[in-house]
């Protein structure tokens, strides 16, 4: 038996220490992994970083507050990727961004469990990251690159600019399950336009410059750059063996055209990490990304380079120049 007295003082103990102790407790706060093949320092991915993190500060996201990223770059050494990945599954990340199809495989064979959301991947249904568009039913989801007749788009704008071009090369990237589907559609494409393709591999960037050999023995009169992750990395070194050749280029991305390509038609890459983080705020309040649908491209801008086109001694039409979304003095 104890006295009223007694019993009190240990129930109001009880009571004052109960919400210290949950006071104690702290929050866990969500971590979100960013798997690249590149390293940080690279201009193009603090560019995308950029617009994943304006994005996830409209949506309320402070890093070191209420939100941490660990970020994952394999400094172009594709090599790196799984132990990068083994270490944010270590990590107990709450989501994985995963950049380009490279990472995103690697992401995949890492965990079933924790969510992946995939940016700048041309053609996740071939590459065999989602069963459908509308119902990835998986662990991943994300955004798609190329829509299927991007790149018939391409080759009819270097058909408008250079009217009597006969033989394209095709540089492309067979270890790329997404470069297959571009370049059926590219043959499709070029059946109908009534031009002859060249295409060229590149398995890595040792290849490119036994390509452009290539293409200069066979007389092509124009280059199509398909939309590959290590195209992209060694876009400088292609636009200059491109202006060596004297070849009009174009391709999906205008970080090439930036870097001397003639012509860039695709998608905005920067909108794909802006998106990326409207998939990861879905994901952290609870949604799962088998039953978010994967976004495909509805927009899509030209940018041309008019220096690379007086270097080449050509007038873009103005019925080019006037759809034009950026254009490179």
């Given at each position: 038996?104890?006295?009223?007295?007694?019993?009190?003082?240990?129930?109001?103990?009880?009571?004052?220490?109960?919400?210290?102790?949950?006071?104690?407790?702290?929050?866990?706060?969500?971590?979100?992994?960013?798997?690249?093949?590149?390293?940080?320092?690279?201009?193009?991915?603090?560019?995308?970083?950029?617009?994943?993190?304006?994005?996830?500060?409209?949506?309320?996201?402070?890093?070191?507050?209420?939100?941490?990223?660990?970020?994952?770059?394999?400094?172009?050494?594709?090599?790196?990727?799984?132990?990068?990945?083994?270490?944010?599954?270590?990590?107990?990340?709450?989501?994985?961004?995963?950049?380009?199809?490279?990472?995103?495989?690697?992401?995949?064979?890492?965990?079933?469990?924790?969510?992946?959301?995939?940016?700048?991947?041309?053609?996740?249904?071939?590459?065999?990251?989602?069963?459908?568009?509308?119902?990835?039913g998986g662990n991943i989801?994300?955004?798609?690159?190329?829509?299927?007749?991007?790149?018939?788009?391409?080759?009819?704008?270097?058909?408008?600019?250079?009217?009597?071009?006969?033989?394209?090369?095709?540089?492309?990237?067979?270890?790329?399950?997404?470069?297959?589907?571009?370049?059926?559609?590219?043959?499709?494409?070029?059946?109908?336009?009534?031009?002859?393709?060249?295409?060229?591999?590149?398995?890595?960037?040792?290849?490119?410059?036994?390509?452009?050999?290539?293409?200069?023995?066979?007389?092509?009169?124009?280059?199509?750059?398909?939309?590959?992750?290590?195209?992209?990395?060694?876009?400088?070194?292609?636009a200059d063996l491109a202006?060596?050749?004297?070849?009009?280029?174009?391709?999906?991305?205008?970080?090439?055209?930036?870097?001397?390509?003639?012509?860039?038609?695709?998608?905005?890459?920067?909108?794909?990490?802006?998106?990326?983080?409207?998939?990861?705020?879905?994901?952290?309040?609870?949604?799962?990304?088998?039953?978010?649908?994967?976004?495909?491209?509805?927009?899509?801008?030209?940018?041309?380079?008019?220096?690379?086109?007086?270097?080449?001694?050509?007038?873009?039409?103005?019925?080019?120049?006037?759809?034009?979304?950026?254009?490179?003095?």
């Open positions: 038996m104890i006295d009223r007295r007694t019993f009190l003082a240990g129930t109001g103990a009880v009571l004052l220490a109960a919400p210290l102790a949950a006071e104690a407790q702290p929050v866990r706060m969500p971590r979100v992994g960013f798997l690249s093949v590149r390293s940080r320092s690279d201009p193009q991915i603090q560019l995308q970083l950029d617009a994943f993190w304006q994005r996830l500060r409209e949506l309320g996201y402070v890093e070191g507050q209420n939100i941490a990223i660990e970020y994952r770059g394999a400094e172009e050494k594709y090599e790196r990727l799984p132990d990068l990945v083994a270490e944010l599954v270590r990590l107990k990340v709450d989501v994985i961004v995963a950049s380009g199809i490279t990472a995103t495989q690697a992401a995949q064979q890492a965990t079933k469990t924790i969510p992946i959301v995939m940016a700048g991947v041309n053609d996740p249904i071939a590459s065999g990251l989602v069963t459908s568009v509308a119902r990835p989801t994300g955004l798609s690159l190329t829509a299927p007749e991007l790149v018939g788009k391409q080759l009819q704008l270097l058909r408008e600019v250079v009217p009597k071009v006969s033989r394209v090369a095709v540089l492309w990237n067979p270890a790329n399950p997404g470069n297959p589907p571009q370049l059926r559609e590219a043959e499709v494409a070029a059946r109908v336009l009534g031009v002859r393709l060249q295409p060229l591999e590149a398995h890595g960037p040792s290849e490119i410059d036994r390509a452009f050999v290539a293409m200069t023995r066979e007389r092509a009169g124009a280059l199509l750059v398909l939309a590959d992750a290590m195209l992209n990395i060694e876009r400088k070194r292609i202006a060596k050749s004297r070849l009009p280029t174009v391709s999906a991305f205008g970080m090439h055209a930036e870097a001397g390509g003639l012509m860039a038609y695709g998608t905005n890459l920067l909108d794909q990490y802006r998106r990326a983080a409207y998939y990861v705020d879905k994901i952290l309040k609870g949604a799962k990304p088998a039953d978010l649908p994967v976004e495909q491209p509805t927009n899509f801008e030209l940018v041309i380079n008019l220096k690379t086109a007086k270097a080449l001694g050509l007038t873009i039409p103005p019925s080019v120049l006037g759809r034009a979304d950026e254009v490179i003095q």
